[in-house]
Each structure stands twice: as structure tokens, then as C-alpha cells.
């Protein structure tokens, strides 16, 4: 089995560990979708550009403010999550959530999905 076909497993495990978890993808840290599970009304590169920036930003907010190393990062919006974990030194786990969701569980499948992708990109 391709990489890209194990990628697309541990997305879709992680879709299934919670009825929350409305969306998945893994992005590249320059930007570019490298497995997905969005919406097909979901622009997938403007979603995998802006996942990319907005970590790179968080990044540079946690060691201006020494807050240590980016754990996670997450948007609250109306209708619900953007949540996203990096998954190796080149990568990006990003997942969407309703807005009922128990973040708490969220971020404990996201983190041992983040790990599984992580070690099929090494």
C-alpha cells in the first residue's frame, strides 16, 4: 500500500473516532495538500495555504511571547472548529469540528494521528 493510501486511512480513522470531526487533511508545511478528507466544496489548496501560514504565525507568536514550542492551534467560529497539529517537521494535521464538539477528545485522536502520520512521512 502507498504512503498516500496509508495517509488517507489514518485520516479516515480519525474521522471515524468522532462523529465531530466533520473534515481531515494533511498539509505540507509550504502549503500544498498531501492527503485529504475535505468537503468537495472546500477549496483544498487556499485551505492547505492559509492551514500552512496560520501555524507558521502561531509558531512565531509562541517564541515571541515564550510560550515554548506550538502544541496546537485552533480558530472558533460560529459554525464550529479549525484545528490543526503538526504531524512531523514537515507537515500539518488539520481537521474540522462542529461546534459542540468535546475538543479534549478532539485533540487526543488528533495528536495520535499527528504521531501516525509522522511516522509515515519519515
Do not use: W
Not at 487533511?25 to 483544498?44: M, T
Not at 492547505?48 to 496546537?72: D, F, H, P, T, Y
Not at 517537521?89 to 488539520?94: E, S
Amino acid at each position: 500500500m502507498s504512503r498516500i493510501e496509508e495517509l488517507n486511512k489514518t485520516l479516515a480513522r480519525l474521522q471515524a473516532s468522532s462523529s465531530d470531526i466533520e473534515a481531515c487533511a494533511v498539509v505540507s508545511e509550504d502549503g500544498l495538500i498531501i492527503a485529504s478528507s475535505l468537503p468537495q466544496s472546500v477549496e483544498e489548496g487556499m485551505i492547505a495555504a492559509m492551514s500552512a501560514a496560520m501555524l507558521s504565525m502561531g509558531e512565531r507568536i509562541s517564541v515571541e511571547l515564550k510560550r515554548g514550542n506550538l502544541e496546537q492551534l485552533y480558530v472558533k467560529g460560529d459554525n464550529g472548529y479549525f484545528l490543526s497539529m503538526h504531524a512531523g517537521p514537515h507537515a500539518v494535521l488539520i481537521a474540522m469540528a462542529r461546534k459542540d464538539a468535546k475538543l479534549g477528545l478532539i485533540f487526543f485522536d488528533l495528536g495520535k494521528a499527528a504521531e501516525e502520520t509522522k511516522n509515515l512521512l519519515s
